[in-house]
């Protein structure tokens, strides 16, 4: 038997802000998998990852992560790419990493867009912060022990006067934190969630390039954890976990099939 | 062109822990489509929606959502049912709807295979939480006024002297708040969070049904999203979303041809 679905087929002069999941082919969505095959252009970065984008062929292929230099396409070119080759008639696919409306600048894109009177839809992806975490036997909520689950991102300092995320209320909300692109920052968030009054034992986990081949996992507590990163060589892209619920994967990682 | 995927191959013996996504087929994985084609047996309940159980063949489905005088199966009973038709050599889909690992039961699960010794794994899925806003075109984060997102359960009274979720902190924390299953206690959390700090001026949506062909969206404020909700008719399931990024909709949806 085969589940139908008869929709991804890409309609000319429209944008699809597509997720690609966290890597692995399989977590793929049927229709992002069939707009990546049939659409006239696809715009992407590197965090796709190689094993999708090693299928895609390079003439329909438009990377804009790479630039001269080593700098990265700034937000506002890609928008204007997009606009512009709608215009022209295209079906675009827009392909982020994770899915596009989880730190992924999505929103600003589909702003762009309507602005511009641009037709597009918006393709949910499997996100990274609650797949990576899942491959490594994490459930990012547990009945018994998280009620809630919040998704910051770890780009920004959190000793910064301004900072944007609000670590002191994460730290007494009592459910689970994950902490997207926070490879680097780890020591200043840990020390922030400590100081805001989260128990040093609080288990952590890191889990790099999660669903990938190369996928690593690093555990500990939130007063072990760096020396854990360090350890195991953890490098981004990666996926912060802390709370109760990251001392599951001990329970079942002999059992689990994923790894 | 084709994206190539190897996996998906049902191992006798083995539970595989798949999450539908929201409901469209078309935002069921690869490897969650295969699986599903391919597994000798799917224990599921209702949530994964009928246009995926539809194509589903009944002799090979166990629903586990049903049972006599209304009554849900409880989880001990699915947890035992897994295991034995593991352990008859059978490959297993136990199916859910949105993620099995974000609100789903998926760790219980999980904690209990690997207890009585069956291998599992875990098939990551597009959760309702991201993708239900996503495609009535309101992004969870947003560079500009949402650097963190909350997902909480809204099954628990608000008004509870032991309620797990602090809607204190969350009313505090400045991000965005995503409460799944909150659809009758609505009145509840949207006073709790007003009586913790937060502006009743706050933008609010609620969307039922998101990527189904049923959808529908509500959309006012802190202050207003009851009687919004009551207008529309909105009913169980549906995803609330509460923060500056719900107002995101009314700029985009013109030009938005998910909906």
Redesign the interface.
């Known amino acids: 038997?085969?589940?139908?679905?008869h929709?991804?087929e890409p309609?000319p002069g429209?944008v699809y802000l597509v997720g690609s999941?966290?890597g692995?082919?399989?977590?793929?969505?049927?229709?992002a998998?069939?707009l990546?095959?049939r659409a006239d252009v696809v715009l992407h970065d590197k965090l796709p990852g190689p094993e999708?984008l090693g299928?895609?062929?390079d003439e329909r292929c438009i990377d804009v992560g790479k630039r001269a230099h080593g700098d990265r396409t700034p937000q506002s070119e890609i928008n204007e790419r997009l606009v512009e080759l709608a215009d022209e008639g295209k079906s675009v696919v827009r392909l982020k990493g994770g899915?596009?409306?989880?730190?992924g600048?999505?929103?600003?894109e589909?702003?762009y867009?309507?602005?511009h009177?641009?037709?597009?839809?918006?393709?949910?992806?499997?996100?990274s912060a609650?797949?990576a975490?899942?491959?490594a036997?994490i459930?990012?909520?547990?009945?018994?022990h998280a009620?809630?689950?919040?998704?910051?991102?770890g780009h920004?300092d959190p000793t910064k006067e301004d900072s944007?995320?609000?670590w002191d209320?994460?730290a007494?909300?009592?459910?689970t934190i994950v902490v997207l692109m926070g490879v680097t920052r780890l020591p200043q968030y840990v020390t922030a969630l400590q100081e805001g009054g989260m128990d040093p034992e609080t288990p952590a986990a890191l889990v790099e390039r999660g669903?990938w081949q190369e996928q690593r996992v690093a555990t500990g507590t939130l007063e072990t954890i760096v020396d854990a990163r360090d350890e195991v060589g953890i490098e981004p892209p990666a996926v912060t976990v802390i709370g109760d619920?990251a001392a599951?994967r001990e329970?079942?990682v002999?059992?689990?099939?994923?790894e």
């Open positions: 038997m085969e589940i139908e679905y929709g991804g309609e429209t999941g966290p692995d082919p399989g977590l793929l969505t049927v229709k998998k069939r990546l095959e999708i299928d895609l062929p899915d596009s409306f989880v730190f600048r999505g929103g600003e589909a702003e867009l309507a602005e009177g641009v037709p597009f839809e918006v393709v949910p992806a499997v996100t609650v797949a975490p899942a491959v036997g459930p990012v909520t547990h009945r018994d009620s809630s689950v919040s998704f910051v991102t920004e944007a995320v609000d209320a994460l007494t909300a009592g459910g669903t619920v599951s329970s079942v002999e059992f689990l099939e994923n």
